[in-house]
C-alpha cells in the first residue's frame, strides 16, 4: 500500500516518515499486530528501544509482512545502563541482531544519563562507518546538547522529546530548529493522567473538523514540523493516526493559537533533569514512566 506520510529532511539529507509508530509498553504478541497494522496501512517508520524489550518482535514483524528493507526507517536506542565507548558499539550489535538487520536508519542516546558523551563518540563512528544513516538523541535539554556539542564532532540530526499541547517545549522547540536538529516527539497525545484528548477546546476543534480529538493533537504537531511516533495496539486507531493529510484537514492560525494557550508543562515522564532519575534508571523497568 502506497502511504501519503510526508517525509522530513535531516541536517545530513536522511529523510525521515514525519509519522511513525511507537512501539513503548508492548508485549511481543501485540508488537507483531501492530507492527504488521501499520506497514498495512501505510507506516514505513517504527520507533522502539532495547530497553523496551522488543526488538526481537519489532524484527520479526517487519520480516513477516514481506516489505523490502529500503522502505522502512527503523529507530532504536541505547539505554542508560550503557556507558563507555566498547559497552555502546556492543549494546549496538545486540539491538541489530535482534531486530534482524544490517543497519539502522537512526540510533538514539536514550537519557542524557551521565557520561553520555562516550555513548556518542561510539555512535559517530558507528554512523561514519555506515552502520547508522542518522545519529540523535532522546530526552534532551538544549544544555545538555550544548555539554555534548564540546567533544562532539558530529551535530545530533533528531531530538526525540515528550511533547505534546500540555507540554509544548517551546523553548526548545526553537533552540532545535536553530540549530536544524529534527524535533520529534513521543507521547504526542500527552496520554497518562493528562488526558489531552479531553481537552473541550481540542473536542470543539475537533467537532469543528469532523476529526478525532486524537488527530487534532497528531495535526498541531504536524503543522509545528514535527515527527511523531503515536502508540496504539489498536488497527483502527493507528490508521486513524496518519489521517492527517487531506487538503480539507488544516487548522487555521486562530485554532493553532488555542491549542497554544493549553500549554501547563504537565509531564508523563520524567524530568530530563531530574537526576536521582538518571542515575539511578539501570534499575528502573518499562513498567515506570521511563520512556
Known amino acids: 500500500m502506497a502511504t501519503n506520510i510526508p517525509y522530513i529532511e535531516l541536517a545530513n539529507g536522511v529523510m525521515i516518515p514525519q509519522v511513525g509508530l511507537g512501539v513503548f ?12 497494522w501499520a506497514i498495512e496501512s ?26 523490502d528493507r529500503k522502505y522502512l526507517f ?12 566498547d559497552e555502546t558499539v556492543a549494546q ?15 540510533y538514539l542516546i536514550h537519557w542524557p544519563a551521565p557520561g553520555f558523551e562516550e555513548n556518542w563518540r561510539a555512535m559517530e563512528d558507528l554512523y561514519k562507518a555506515g552502520k547508522i544513516r542518522a545519529i540523535g538523541v532522546s530526552n534532551f535539554k538544549a544544555h545538555h546538547i550544548e ?7 558530529i551535530t545530533p540530526m533528531v531530538d526525540q522529546i515528550e511533547t505534546h499541547p500540555y507540554l509544548q517545549e517551546n523553548d526548545l522547540h526553537e533552540y532545535l ?20 484528548v479531553d481537552d473541550p477546546v481540542i473536542k470543539q476543534i475537533a467537532s469543528d473538523h469532523q476529526k478525532t ?3 487534532v493533537i497528531l495535526r498541531w504537531h504536524i503543522q ?28 487555521s492560525p486562530e485554532e493553532m493559537s488555542q491549542i497554544s494557550k493549553l500549554d501547563s508543562d504537565k509531564r508523563v515522564g520524567a524530568d530530563p533533569d531530574d537526576q536521582d532519575f538518571l542515575e539511578h534508571s539501570t534499575t528502573y523497568t518499562n513498567q515506570n514512566n521511563a520512556k
Not at 514505513?44 to 514483524?61: L, P
Not at 549496538?92 to 537512526?106: A, H, I, M, R
Open 25 to 36: 509498553r508492548m508485549n511481543d504478541d501485540e508488537v507483531l499486530n501492530s507492527v504488521k
Open 74 to 85: 527503523i529507530t532504536t536506542k541505547v539505554w542508560n545502563n550503557v556507558r563507555g565507548y
Open 224 to 251: 509545528r514540523g514535527e515527527i511523531i511516533i503515536p502508540k496504539s495496539t489498536h488497527e483502527s486507531r493507528i490508521k486513524e493516526n496518519i489521517d492527517l493529510f487531506d487538503f480539507h484537514f488544516d487548522l
Open 92 to 106: 549496538f550489535n545486540s539491538s541489530l541482531q535482534k531486530l534482524g538487520l544490517d543497519y539502522l536508519d537512526l
Open 177 to 196: 530548529q536553530e540549530k536544524n536538529i529534527a524535533h520529534e516527539s513521543w507521547s504526542p497525545l500527552g496520554g497518562g493522567i493528562n488526558k489531552v
Open 213 to 215: 480529538p486524537a488527530q
Open 147 to 153: 555539554q555534548l556539542m564540546k567533544t562532539a564532532t
Open 42 to 67: 501505510g507506516y514505513r517508520h517504527i520507533d522502539t528501544a532495547s530497553f523496551y524489550d522488543n526488538e526481537e518482535a519489532v524484527g520479526k514483524a517487519i520480516k513477516e509482512t514481506g516489505i
